[in-house]
Structure formats: structure tokens, C-alpha cells
């Protein structure tokens, strides 16, 4: 039985442990021996891998794994300290102010981690974003192939890969969820243009279908008649413009829209977007529930879907409201031009809130917009190609 390893820095609930979930599970489907490894044990889709796919913690000792700031400084910091870990906060800040690399996650002591023990026929990095499994995949598993796969756009990230270049020779393939990586890819490494290739997140579409109907998206029971229903799921990170969603809603109240909207999802600006929304006197219309579980009920049932994301790989979000037929606004990030046709069957705004906001507020005004894009969508096939699963074939 082939065996594959992958590798990510956790499994919160966010689009690549979503889209890790689906893929694990269709090749333990297929027959192959699956095992997941982290970096920090922690995130609510810990329990959600499929069943047959081995959870593992890549082993290193405690010192270095103290001062691995999982997901960079800042997202580490903001962790220890909700977690009053002030001691753990200061030595990750101490860490990125001398640290020589220029990427938080390699200040560390990669001589004091230990090579993986077992061996793999195919090793995957599944985050190319994260600079710590770039030099681990590369330096610390043994396996006959090696994969990258690259979930966000090298642009607005302002992420330096090129800096990790002697680390990729390893990879036979590198693998991105939209065109516009595999081109910016392409750009900064023109000698891989031959090992780049294009593979969108896999869509479960029957089960998400089917999980719409396993229960009610209580919430909206208590949305007064008139008002619509919008809705943005995401993690709360600077990443996804929550900031922006905030500036739009009191835009959208200001001009007199009857709406409520709801955002599913956690993450460090959590308490910071409460502190904001309510001084922007959003409280009874900005609804932060959380985390969901099982999000599709609340897809289902919304008027407009709302994506303000600062950058992006492949919005999965965007592909499951899709399913669903719901008008979409999503901002121009790395993959919207490839899933939206722009004033076809979906909006496609700048990374502004003004231009989020007129994009909004029309949807809002012209139910018949609303009713040409959902019919529109409703005659596009929503599956994406899955031909590159045949890399995990014998060869």
C-alpha cells in the first residue's frame, strides 16, 4: 500500500484544512495509507480528518518546538498572549527581532530537530506559505517524491519564496489552486514552469448538499421580515478584510439598507472586530457567531455571500456558496476572475470598502440582479477538474 505523508502547520477551521480533510479522504478511499502532521496540536478540524487518515505531531524537542512561532509572529504572539503565556510572547518577539533568516518560523535550531523516522513514498508539503515545511520537507522527511502545494498568491502576501529557493529543488511538482499562482509562480521561478501545475481544491459537492439539509440555520429565524440575509464565513484574521466588511456594513446602514449580517468563524482579531463593531454601533446588525461546524445551512439560506479578503489562493468559500445560487460579492483576489464572470453571476470588487460597499448596496436594491445571477449560476457546473489527482498513481 503507497504511503503519503502530509504536512501542515495546524487544523483550524479555515479553506486548506477544509480542502486537506476532502483530499485525505479521497485517497484513503483510493486505497493509500494517509498520515497527517502538524506542527502545533491544535484547531477544531483536528477531529473532522477522515477515518483511516493517522494524525502525528512532527517530532522536534521542546526547546525548539517553545520557540517556533507557528504561523509567524504575530499570529503566534496574539496566541501566547490570550493564552497569558507572556513569557512565550516575549521570546517569540526577542526571536523575530534577532533572528538572521528573515522568516519567523526558521528561527529556530534546525540542527537540534530530528529526521523523520519514517519513511514515505510521497511527502506533501500542503503549505508552501509556511517556511518552517519548507525546509523540514526538504532537509527532514525521507520519501521517493516530494509535492508542494501553494494555497496563496505570492503578490498581495508579499511572501519571499525566492529566499527558500535551495529548499525546492526537492519537489518534483508544485501544485496551485489558482491560474493566477501557477503564473506568478512561474514568474519568480521560470526554471520550474515545467513542475508547476494547476489543481483547484477538490468540492465534496453531494455531502455539502446534503449536510445543508441536516439542520436549520437557527439565527436567521430572528431576522425581521424585509431584511436580507448576507453572509462571509472565514477565519478572523487581518487576511480576510473584516476591518473592510465592518466599514461596508455601517456604509450600507447609512444609506438606509434593511439587512443582517452574519460571519462564521474565529481567530486572533476576534476581539479586536468586536471592539470595532461596536463603536461603529454595529451590534445588532454585524452578527460574529463563531465557529460552525456545519456551515451550509447558513449558505443555503442567505440572500447575498460576502468575501473581503485582502488576498487569497482559490476562495473555497466562494466555490460553496456557488453551489447554493447565491449572489456573490467577492473582492479581486488571486482566483475570483476564475470563478466569477463580473456582473454575470457574481461582483467582483477592488480591495476597497467604498467599491465592496457599491457592490453591496446594488444586490441589495435590485432584487432582479440578485435573481439573474442566481439563475445564472444555476446553469454552471460547479465541479472543478480533478486530473491532477493522478499524481498520487503509481507511476
Given amino acids: 500500500?503507497?504511503?503519503?505523508?502530509?504536512?501542515?502547520?495546524?487544523?483550524?477551521?479555515?479553506?486548506i484544512e477544509n480542502a486537506l480533510i476532502t483530499l485525505t479522504g479521497r485517497l484513503v478511499e483510493g486505497g493509500y495509507e494517509v498520515t497527517v502532521y502538524v506542527m502545533a496540536e491544535r484547531g477544531d478540524f483536528l477531529s473532522q480528518l477522515p477515518n483511516g487518515v493517522a494524525l502525528k505531531k512532527i517530532p522536534m524537542p521542546k526547546a525548539v518546538e517553545g520557540a517556533l512561532p507557528?504561523?509567524?509572529?504575530?499570529?503566534?504572539?496574539?496566541?501566547?498572549?490570550?493564552?497569558?503565556?507572556?513569557?512565550?510572547?516575549f521570546r517569540y518577539l526577542?526571536?523575530?527581532?534577532?533572528?538572521?533568516?528573515?522568516?519567523?518560523?526558521?528561527n529556530v535550531d534546525f540542527s537540534q530537530i530530528p529526521l523523520l523516522e519514517e519513511a514515505y513514498d510521497i511527502a506533501v508539503n500542503y503549505q508552501m506559505h509556511s517556511p518552517f515545511l519548507v525546509r523540514y520537507v526538504s532537509e527532514k522527511v525521507c520519501a521517493r517524491r516530494k509535492l508542494s502545494w501553494i494555497h496563496n498568491d505570492f503578490a498581495?502576501?508579499?511572501?519571499?519564496?525566492?529566499?527558500?529557493?535551495?529548499?525546492?529543488?526537492?519537489?518534483e511538482g508544485f501544485y496551485a489552486v489558482s491560474g493566477q499562482i501557477v503564473k506568478e509562480f512561474s514568474e519568480i521561478f521560470p526554471e520550474y514552469?515545467?513542475?508547476?501545475?494547476?489543481?483547484?481544491n477538490l468540492v465534496p459537492v453531494s455531502r455539502i448538499l446534503q449536510r445543508a439539509e441536516e439542520e436549520e440555520a437557527k439565527e436567521y429565524?430572528?431576522?425581521?421580515?424585509?431584511?436580507?440575509?448576507?453572509?462571509?464565513?472565514?477565519?478572523?484574521?487581518?487576511?480576510?478584510?473584516?476591518?473592510?466588511?465592518?466599514?461596508?456594513?455601517?456604509?450600507?446602514?447609512d444609506q438606509g439598507d434593511s439587512f443582517r449580517w452574519f460571519v462564521l468563524g474565529d481567530g486572533t482579531q476576534r476581539a479586536r472586530l468586536l471592539s470595532q463593531c461596536r463603536k461603529l454601533g454595529l451590534e445588532q446588525v454585524m452578527c460574529f457567531l463563531g465557529i460552525r461546524q456545519n456551515p451550509y445551512p447558513y449558505f443555503k439560506d442567505c440572500d447575498i455571500?460576502?468575501?473581503?479578503?485582502?488576498?487569497?489562493?482559490?476562495?473555497?468559500?466562494?466555490?460553496?456558496?456557488?453551489?447554493?445560487?447565491?449572489?456573490?460579492?467577492?473582492?479581486?483576489?488571486?482566483?475570483?476572475?476564475?470563478?466569477?464572470?463580473?456582473?454575470?453571476?457574481?461582483?467582483?470588487?477592488?480591495?476597497?470598502?467604498?467599491?465592496?460597499?457599491?457592490?453591496?448596496?446594488?444586490?441589495?436594491?435590485?432584487?432582479?440582479?440578485?435573481?439573474?445571477?442566481?439563475?445564472?449560476?444555476?446553469?454552471?457546473?460547479?465541479?472543478?477538474?480533478?486530473?491532477?489527482?493522478?499524481?498520487?498513481?503509481?507511476?
Avoid at 476562495?315 to 453551489?323: F, I, Q, R
Fill in 305 to 395: 455571500y460576502i468575501q473581503t479578503s485582502r488576498h487569497e489562493g482559490y476562495v473555497t468559500t466562494v466555490t460553496e456558496a456557488k453551489l447554493f445560487h447565491v449572489p456573490i460579492v467577492c473582492t479581486d483576489v488571486s482566483g475570483a476572475r476564475e470563478q466569477l464572470t463580473d456582473e454575470v453571476n457574481g461582483e467582483i470588487a477592488a480591495i476597497d470598502a467604498n467599491s465592496i460597499a457599491r457592490r453591496v448596496h446594488r444586490l441589495i436594491r435590485e432584487p432582479d440582479r440578485r435573481r439573474r445571477y442566481a439563475d445564472s449560476l444555476a446553469g454552471v457546473g460547479n465541479i472543478e477538474g480533478e486530473e491532477w489527482l493522478s499524481v498520487f498513481e503509481d507511476e
Fill in 94 to 106: 526577542l526571536g523575530h527581532a534577532f533572528g538572521k533568516s528573515g522568516f519567523a518560523e526558521l
Fill in 156 to 171: 498581495t502576501t508579499g511572501y519571499q519564496l525566492q529566499a527558500l529557493r535551495e529548499y525546492l529543488d526537492c519537489c
Fill in 193 to 200: 514552469r515545467d513542475r508547476i501545475h494547476l489543481a483547484r
Fill in 70 to 89: 507557528v504561523g509567524g509572529t504575530k499570529v503566534a504572539v496574539h496566541g501566547s498572549l490570550e493564552e497569558h503565556q507572556f513569557g512565550r510572547a
Fill in 221 to 253: 429565524a430572528q431576522v425581521p421580515e424585509g431584511c436580507l440575509k448576507l453572509l462571509t464565513v472565514g477565519r478572523l484574521e487581518e487576511q480576510k478584510g473584516y476591518d473592510l466588511a465592518l466599514q461596508v456594513c455601517r456604509d450600507l446602514l
Fill in 1 to 15: 500500500m503507497k504511503k503519503i505523508a502530509f504536512f501542515v502547520q495546524h487544523m483550524l477551521c479555515g479553506g
